[in-house]
């Protein structure tokens, strides 16, 4: 609903401008149908007028007298100039007061432009006569333009009109010629007196600035009425990058609160984020891998309405391969030349472990390729400085190629080096209390042609020194993969030798061969001491033996709080008068905690904190007794409503159970070492359910089946096995009641969709449950068994076994069709006859590949989100990362017992050697080989890395892995 006044106050405007006088405006029959090319028969290509008459006909601002012609020579009356420049100007029509013409009758279709005019004084009322049929002459133009666009005379402007001088309208004419909108005629008059033509008008007019403006906002607004008679549909959905997509609306829409879900074929893909771009149409999809090929569907939902689109999408592909210079820098025997590798979204792919091989050849020498740099190696005299060679690159399933004539040029060395900025993983400000070695000066070195310098050939050209030592030291060795996207070189920072002050030290980086200097302040701020702290109370209950965190506050002297593990341990005192305090260091946030360590005797005990300045801080915490499992507090996800004969299955996962204190306590391995649940008829006749026994272990069950109509009231209690107090807990037990009912009570019977089947042969692996059940009249779901229904196919090769239909082999699939929709038929034994649920099922023959890596924990590594955490031990191997990961195929199948580590790529980047002191942490084997030969060397505590899994087609996961 249009809500805007101005936008509504200007509509009615144009309502009531656009009934004006027929013969400037709209003719009684319009000249043009809705869609046809604008074109007037008197003004043509030449024409003088052409550029202002149709920017105006566009808009509505004219149309012409009817018959297709504007008339541009025809003379133009007063009420038409009056009109035009209402509609022109976007006057505001309503309200307006009586002009006082005894000419102009308020039923006249030009009386509220004329109103409007006088109200403007762009007319004067001075014979209550407006003379609306009267002619205009040039001089009488010339002064509703001056009185219009309040055009003023510049007295120091020339004039050169010779017939214009003591003319009534003589200044109104001289601020039209000065203001550029009308000049006169070749020969340096202006005919004053002369009646002016409609083509006249509308030329001078249009050259006012206003005006021009004016016509652009009525094309914008024309437009958005247009888009907003549109149904707002979803125009466009395509990729956007190798790992996004691109959703676009025909017209605006709030997406803000919209939900965007994925699918490639029928398995939903996760979304890293959703970016909604300015244009507020739309908005950017980023999957957490790569897209690999085939059909993916987009559904937009926003409040009622959902909006969909699918395209289907090629695998990466080489695009395009470059040559980066024509000057091959000789070395010895040896030349190197940079090159690069573009997918079709325009990235750079060159040092990616997927990106298909490029085939190098010279005519000179023998090339070998390596992360964007071709070493081509000659023998002796092969190489000479001004030797030209040919160097050619074939992808060859694209067919992309590069060829070009390099020159041999003299050896490459250091020319330039530009220190960028001091760099710190998390951002940390430089002061005496800092870890010097987490600091490093990242670089930008190049040598004379405009290749990036090797850390290696920085070392060897480049010296590095601190003006001043004892505020800040240098290692004097740069090193390589640092930075946010740890791709730059980079020198780290040392600590003094002696005492730590505060001071500015002067970084030197001296190119020898040139003695070129680049120069950098590094400025070290005196470091924050802990003045303050303040404990609170554990937001848990403390139980014996137990580790808790004790929440707390920290102010240095400035009042700024101080939460890191070396701005705390160490410098507060910490104590307690049973149990231990201590604060650790959480890697992962950089932050440190502190934990207390509960004695293994209940009681109530001091927790101390002492500042360096005697601050103090103490709580009392209770230590309880040791908790145990003591009350099931619910039964949950059972079925509670069997037919006869059918089953259900109960286990562990069904239960919630709390300790003493009210804290769910989990039913893990250490549960069942000392206790398990037992499941009993509460009557102790069991005539109704069958199958009661005892859960002995996590991952147990027991098959619950129907007996005989009626209710089981089914009893559940926590048993202890080990003395002392072995038996029931006392207290712990719940029950539910599950209803055996006859077949008559069923209402409606379900068959859920089917997914689509992938034909594997002989094979069940992607075999899919079929879930029949039926529902009682309140919607409570009721368990079916199988011998009450009978499933048919229509393909021999549609097979039902064991509850879940199979594909092997079923006809119609070829290499050319690769989907078939086959039909599976339901026949339900119901109470009043049978019931016939037909399903449709698709059948396809397309190739599983992996398309979803999920990392889950295990028993070494943690893993919450996309981070990874564990001992340092158990992480700095790819092939132990690789064992948190699941792989998906696009059925939603799990395909992880054929993906080894031997089979996917890893690539780690973004090293951070945070540990103290730093041990030169380095990657161990070849970056962006497979899982299984790539590793790291000196990875320890406070170490963290970001390592990137890609499969063969394509998909991927970034994690990253935080040492503890």
């Known amino acids: 609903m249009i809500t805007n006044k101005r936008f509504i106050k200007k509509a009615v405007a144009m309502f009531l401008s656009a009934i004006l006088f027929l013969g400037l405006l709209l003719p009684a029959t319009p000249s043009f149908a809705e869609g046809e090319e604008l074109r007037f028969l008197d003004v043509g290509p030449s024409s003088y007028a052409k550029e202002a008459v149709y920017a105006m006909a566009e808009v509505g601002m004219i149309r012409g007298m009817g018959n297709g012609y504007f008339?541009?020579?025809?003379?133009?009356?007063?009420?038409?100039?009056?009109?035009?420049?209402?509609?022109?100007?976007?006057?505001?029509?309503?309200?307006?007061?009586?002009?006082?013409?005894?000419?102009?009758?308020?039923?006249?279709?030009?009386?509220?432009?004329?109103?409007?005019?006088?109200?403007?004084?762009?007319?004067?009322?001075?014979?209550?006569?407006?003379?609306?049929?009267?002619?205009?002459?040039?001089?009488?133009?010339?002064?509703?333009?001056?009185?219009?666009?309040?055009?003023?005379?510049?007295?120091?402007?020339?004039?050169?009109?010779?017939?214009?001088?003591?003319?009534?309208?003589?200044?109104?004419?001289?601020?039209?010629?000065?203001?550029?909108?009308?000049?006169?005629?070749?020969?340096?008059?202006?005919?004053?007196?002369?009646?002016?033509?409609?083509?006249?008008?509308?030329?001078?007019?249009?050259?006012?600035?206003?005006?021009?403006?004016?016509?652009?906002?009525e094309l914008e607004r024309i437009e958005q009425e247009r888009v907003d008679l549109e149904t707002l549909k979803l125009k466009s959905f395509s990729a956007n990058s190798a790992n996004s997509l691109k959703v676009e609306f025909n017209k605006q829409v709030d997406l803000s609160n919209a939900t965007f879900e994925l699918k490639q074929g029928l398995v939903p893909r996760n979304l890293s984020s959703v970016e909604l771009l300015e244009d507020k149409k739309s908005a950017i999809l980023k999957l957490p891998s790569k897209l690999v090929e085939g059909e993916y569907i987009v559904s937009v939902i926003s409040g009622e309405e959902t909006f969909t689109a699918k395209v289907y999408i090629e695998k990466e592909k080489v695009a395009k391969i470059e040559l980066l210079n024509d000057k091959a820098p000789l070395d010895g025997n040896t030349v190197i030349v940079?090159?690069?590798?573009?997918?079709?979204?325009?990235?750079?792919?060159?040092?990616?472990?997927?990106?298909?091989?490029?085939?190098?050849?010279?005519?000179?020498?023998?090339?070998?390729?390596?992360?964007?740099?071709?070493?081509?190696?000659?023998?002796?005299?092969?190489?000479?400085?001004?030797?030209?060679?040919?160097?050619t690159g074939i992808e060859s399933q694209s067919n992309s190629y590069v060829t070009k004539e390099i020159t041999v040029s003299s050896p490459a060395v250091t020319d330039k080096v530009t220190i960028k900025e001091i760099y710190h993983p998390e951002g940390k400000e430089l002061d005496t209390g800092s870890s010097f070695t987490e600091y490093f000066l990242l670089i930008e070195a190049e040598d004379q042609y405009g290749n990036p310098v090797s850390a290696t050939k920085f070392n060897r050209e480049v010296t590095v020194t601190s003006s001043n030592p004892n505020v800040v030291n240098v290692s004097a060795t740069a090193v390589s993969n640092k930075g946010p996207n740890a791709d730059m070189i980079a020198v780290q920072l040392m600590a003094p030798a002696g005492n730590r002050v505060e001071g500015t030290a002067t970084i030197n980086m001296v190119i020898k061969q040139t003695t070129k200097t680049e120069r950098f302040s590094v400025t070290v701020k005196k470091a924050a001491t802990v003045s303050d702290i303040q404990l609170y109370q554990p937001e848990v209950v403390v139980t014996v033996n137990e580790v808790v965190e004790i929440p707390f506050v920290a102010f240095d002297q400035f009042g700024k709080e101080v939460h890191t593990f070396s701005g705390l341990n160490g410098?507060?005192?910490?104590?307690?008068?049973?149990?231990?305090?201590?604060?650790?260091?959480?890697?992962?946030?950089?932050?440190?905690?502190?934990?207390?360590?509960?004695?293994?005797?209940?009681?109530?005990?001091?927790?101390?904190?002492?500042?360096?300045?005697?601050?103090?801080?103490?709580?009392?915490?209770?230590?309880?007794?040791?908790?145990?499992?003591?009350?099931?507090?619910?039964?949950?996800?059972?079925?509670?409503?069997?037919?006869?004969?059918?089953?259900?299955?109960?286990?562990?996962?069904n239960l919630k159970v709390k300790d003493q204190y009210g804290r769910d306590f989990k039913l893990d391995a250490s549960f069942f070492a000392n206790y398990r649940i037992v499941l009993s008829a509460a009557d102790g006749l069991a005539d109704k359910v069958t199958g009661f026994g005892a859960l002995t272990a996590e991952h147990s069950?027991?098959?619950?089946?129907?007996?005989?109509?009626?209710?089981?009231?089914?009893?559940?209690?926590?048993?202890?096995?080990?003395?002392?107090?072995?038996?029931?807990?006392?207290?712990?037990?719940?029950?539910?009641?599950?209803?055996?009912?006859?077949?008559?009570?069923?209402?409606?019977?379900?068959?859920?969709?089917?997914?689509?089947?992938?034909?594997?042969?002989?094979?069940?692996?992607?075999?899919?449950?079929?879930?029949?059940?039926?529902?009682?009249?309140?919607?409570?779901?009721?368990?079916?068994?199988?011998?009450?229904?009978?499933?048919?196919?229509?393909?021999?090769?549609?097979?039902?076994?064991?509850?879940?239909?199979?594909?092997?082999?079923?006809?119609?699939?070829?290499?050319?069709?690769?989907?078939?929709?086959?039909?599976?038929?339901?026949?339900?034994?119901?109470?009043?006859?049978?019931?016939?649920?037909?399903?449709?099922?698709?059948?396809?023959?397309?190739?599983?590949?992996?398309?979803?890596?999920?990392?889950?924990?295990?028993?070494?590594?943690?893993?919450?989100?996309?981070?990874?955490?564990?001992?340092?031990?158990?992480?700095?191997?790819?092939?132990?990362?690789?064992?948190?990961?699941?792989?998906?195929?696009?059925?939603?199948?799990?395909?992880?017992?054929?993906?080894?580590?031997?089979?996917?790529?890893?690539?780690?980047?973004?090293?951070?050697?945070?540990?103290?002191?730093?041990?030169?942490?380095?990657?161990?084997?070849?970056?962006?080989?497979?899982?299984?030969?790539?590793?790291?060397?000196?990875?320890?505590?406070?170490?963290?890395?970001?390592?990137?899994?890609?499969?063969?087609?394509?998909?991927?996961?970034?994690?990253?892995?935080?040492?503890?």
């Open 571 to 653: 410098l507060i005192s910490l104590s307690a008068t049973a149990g231990s305090l201590k604060f650790v260091n959480d890697f992962s946030t950089n932050k440190a905690k502190l934990k207390y360590s509960a004695p293994n005797t209940a009681g109530t005990h001091v927790l101390i904190a002492v500042t360096p300045n005697g601050a103090l801080s103490t709580i009392r915490v209770d230590v309880k007794e040791l908790a145990a499992p003591t009350i099931i507090s619910s039964v949950e996800s059972v079925v509670e409503n069997l037919i006869i004969n059918a089953q259900t299955s109960f286990s562990p996962k």
């Open 71 to 217: 008339g541009t020579t025809t003379e133009l009356y007063r009420r038409d100039a009056i009109v035009l420049f209402a509609r022109t100007l976007l006057w505001d029509l309503t309200n307006v007061k009586d002009p006082g013409f005894v000419d102009v009758k308020p039923s006249v279709s030009y009386y509220n432009a004329v109103a409007k005019a006088v109200e403007l004084n762009v007319i004067k009322n001075t014979s209550n006569q407006f003379k609306p049929d009267e002619k205009v002459t040039r001089g009488e133009m010339a002064l509703l333009l001056s009185a219009a666009f309040q055009l003023k005379i510049d007295p120091t402007s020339p004039v050169p009109l010779t017939d214009i001088s003591g003319h009534k309208y003589e200044d109104a004419i001289k601020a039209v010629y000065q203001s550029g909108l009308a000049k006169g005629y070749i020969d340096n008059t202006f005919a004053p007196d002369r009646y002016v033509t409609r083509g006249d008008y509308v030329t001078f007019i249009y050259r006012n600035e206003q005006v021009k403006e004016n016509i652009k906002l």
């Open 701 to 964: 069950s027991l098959t619950l089946r129907g007996l005989l109509s009626g209710s089981e009231k089914i009893k559940v209690s926590i048993e202890k096995r080990t003395a002392p107090n072995a038996g029931v807990v006392t207290g712990s037990e719940i029950e539910f009641t599950m209803n055996v009912i006859d077949k008559s009570e069923i209402t409606e019977y379900v068959v859920e969709d089917i997914g689509t089947i992938f034909d594997d042969g002989i094979a069940t692996t992607h075999a899919v449950d079929l879930i029949v059940y039926g529902k009682k009249f309140d919607g409570s779901i009721v368990a079916v068994p199988s011998n009450m229904y009978t499933v048919i196919t229509t393909d021999t090769g549609l097979i039902f076994r064991n509850g879940k239909l199979d594909a092997n082999k079923v006809s119609g699939l070829s290499d050319t069709v690769k989907v078939v929709e086959k039909k599976v038929i339901i026949t339900i034994d119901a109470a009043k006859g049978p019931v016939v649920i037909s399903k449709n099922v698709l059948v396809t023959n397309e190739t599983p590949e992996i398309v979803t890596i999920e990392a889950s924990s295990t028993g070494l590594i943690t893993v919450i989100g996309d981070e990874l955490t564990g001992l340092a031990a158990n992480l700095n191997t790819a092939t132990k990362l690789f064992a948190t990961l699941t792989f998906k195929d696009q059925y939603g199948v799990i395909v992880s017992p054929t993906v080894t580590a031997s089979k996917v790529y890893a690539t780690i980047t973004n090293l951070e050697d945070l540990s103290t002191p730093t041990n030169n942490l380095a990657i161990l084997g070849t970056n962006g080989s497979f899982a299984s030969q790539l590793g790291l060397t000196n990875f320890h505590a406070g170490d963290k890395f970001i390592i990137t899994f890609t499969t063969q087609n394509g998909t991927s996961i970034s994690l990253k892995v935080v040492g503890n």
């Open 338 to 391: 940079s090159y690069k590798i573009l997918n079709q979204y325009g990235e750079d792919i060159t040092k990616q472990s997927t990106t298909p091989r490029v085939n190098w050849a010279s005519n000179l020498g023998t090339v070998t390729a390596s992360n964007g740099l071709l070493t081509i190696i000659g023998t002796t005299n092969t190489f000479k400085i001004g030797t030209k060679f040919t160097l």
